[in-house]
């Protein structure tokens, strides 16, 4: 294995030559095999273990191991001790989920303090496979086909063409020593019942399993390079960003031969899985919406629009302003408040200080206190400034070609109900200064 293993790097990781690596080292077959091959290569390595104290004596003693191999090979080694449990109910996530962040926060560390390059993982072929099928089982589409990546910024994966049989034939022919986690052979892990129960029937269909599901991931990856060619080409002139959200134009995704397939390519990474709701947005009416955990999905006229969770759009909450108040924070902005007195201010001066949509001076006589900022609501109107006469709030919109989401960010400053500004974009009339006015209450939009 170990010609094999040096041809391996020379192809595909030649970048590693010189450079500062951290192998990750549970203790398993897989990662002391990987240490020794590097450490008869001659790179540069140091190791890294978690204890993650979830097997008791058992993670005590792979710790104590793992040093001594490092002590034997006088390598440097950095360990680390986890409370899993506790990390994994605090943050509501799974026991393996919270191993991985803890395991890789960590490792990030190290290599910001000691100048690491890169970190390496003891993947291998059979653990491509259990990948696989885990996904397949769950659906997924061609991501979740294509295998563990070998490169994944600077986390590399030199054992991945690397089944386990010969892992461990190295192992043996080499009299290596290794930690046996008891927990692998446990099949109430889904993993653990694809790799007992599953492959080895698949391997016993066919001898040369291994090699077939090779070439069939190579396949898979020919065919995803081809995809997301095709879908850099859509997104260029289907997908326009438009400040904090991303608009997908409806009659281009129509005009595909297959939106729903080119909708789950465009949007799988953010979340959605309900692809059938997805696909309805295009003929629905405005005002639909998909959600996942971190973004929806919202219809317009001619857009769907792409926006992530955000407590703006969902903010029901009214707030009050007293006349003694210098400022007041928002969710997404914050408002500044002056008093000032003013006297002999011709009509010219007046005007003059209406046209600043983040900058307004109103004629505090005409307020009454408290002051409200709110949401808009159906059946709202006011009295534009430049414009005769009153117009709903929801004309106005429209006229001013808000998109559904601009809407949902606009907030109103109400004097005893009456909108005084639509906050950001226009000013009432009933409440500007003008030559008679004696007192200012200036107001700031501070972002």
Known sequence: MLPAFKEHIHNNF??????????????GIDSIVL?????NLQFHISLAHCNFRLRGKD????????????????IPCFVT??????????????????????????????VQKNNIDYILTAHHADDDLETFLINLTRGTG????????AINKNIIRPLLPFTRKEIESFAKSNTLSWREDKSNIETKYLRNKIRHDIIPVLK????????????????????????EERIDEIQSHLIHKSNSFLKLNIQKLKSLNNPKASLFELLNSYGFTEWDDVLSLLKAQPGKQVFSKTHRLLKDREFLLLTELHPTYNNKKEYKISDKDQSIKLVDLKLKFTHQKTKNLTQQQADSQSTNNNLIYLDKDKLIFPLTVRKWKNGDYFYPIGMQGKKKLSKYFKDEKFSLLDKEKIWLLCSNNN???????????RFKINKNTTEILKIEIIT
């Open 14 to 27: 030649s970048f590693l030559k010189g450079k500062k690596l951290l192998v990750a080292v549970s203790g």
């Open 35 to 39: 240490t020794h091959l590097l450490y």
């Open 59 to 74: 993670s005590d003693m792979d710790e104590v191991f793992v040093k001594t191999e490092a002590s034997k090979m006088n």
């Open 81 to 110: 001790r986890f409370n899993t449990k506790h990390y994994a109910t605090s943050k509501g996530i799974s026991i393996q989920m919270a191993a991985r962040e803890l395991r890789y926060n960590w490792f990030d560390e190290i």
């Open 142 to 149: 061609l991501d979740g086909l294509t295998g563990i990546p």
């Open 204 to 227: 016993s269909l066919n001898p040369n399993f291994m090699e077939s599901f090779s070439k069939t991931l190579e396949n898979l990856q020919g065919s995803k390079q081809l995809v």
């Open 419 to 429: 909108i005084v500004w639509v906050i950001g974009k226009r000013l009432d009339n």
